[in-house]
């Protein structure tokens, strides 16, 4: 089954304990991307990935840090939580450019005390 | 002026009845766009796309885009309860790689 998936679903940490949200696809898709969505605002680009090794800030990617070191895997990391990184979060892929349609996974709701 | 704007809602229609939801956008997005439904909770699902003016019809939903008037729309015809979702509105960003997505209208299906 063609999907994205994404690992924890959900997570409660502290202020300042690392973590990494993993997320792949199987759809053999060159471009892969993070968005958080806040009540209000919307879906917001973090960080996009065009291919393996390429990856450019979206709209609010202070606080996080990506990796694209295989095509399937665009991990998402979060070196020093603060609070105002508790939102929900989803990892997308498309085929090539961004620019078509999206493939987004479950989500992962974060929760930073 | 918000590249790609919705009215948040809540849109309260009843069983039955057709839903209409809305969507306008700038000139700093190109002109093909994408219908999300997101139910609570879950993630964005593509519904509907549509890349010239007119309309598109894909069972119980038709897209409208009029490129005139820099706005597109989405009708549910025969809405039912299961519907009842917020439907986001996405359109290529003009001068990068990414989609832009309106903050979502919230729509209620009361049976």
């Known amino acids: 089954e063609a999907q994205v998936t994404q690992n924890p679903r959900y997570l409660i940490t502290v202020t300042g304990k690392k973590l990494t949200v993993t997320c792949s696809q199987n759809m053999n898709h060159e471009y892969m991307s993070w968005y958080r969505q806040d009540p209000g605002l919307g879906l917001r680009q973090i960080y996009y990935s065009m291919n393996v090794e390429v990856t450019d800030k979206g709209d609010v990617p202070e606080g996080y840090k990506v990796s694209r070191k295989e095509k399937r895997n665009f991990p998402l990391i979060l070196e020093s939580p603060s609070p105002n990184q508790t939102s929900l979060y989803f990892c997308a892929s498309s085929l090539t450019t961004g620019l078509e349609t999206q493939y987004f996974g479950p989500g992962t709701r974060l929760l930073v005390l | 002026q918000k590249e790609v704007e919705q009215n948040s809602g809540p849109l309260s229609v009843p069983e039955g009845a057709i839903a209409s939801l809305n969507c306008t956008y700038s000139d700093r997005v190109s002109q093909s766009f994408f219908w999300y439904r997101q139910y609570s909770g879950k993630s964005p699902e593509l519904i509907m796309s549509?890349?010239?003016?007119g309309d598109k019809e894909d069972g119980r939903f038709t897209a409208q885009l009029n490129k005139a008037s820099q706005y597109v729309s989405l009708l549910i015809r025969d809405s039912q309860p299961s519907d009842s979702a917020t439907y986001l509105c996405a359109a290529p960003w003009e001068y990068g790689n990414k989609l832009v997505f309106g903050a979502g209208t919230i729509l209620r299906v009361k049976s």
């Open positions: 549509i890349y010239s003016n």
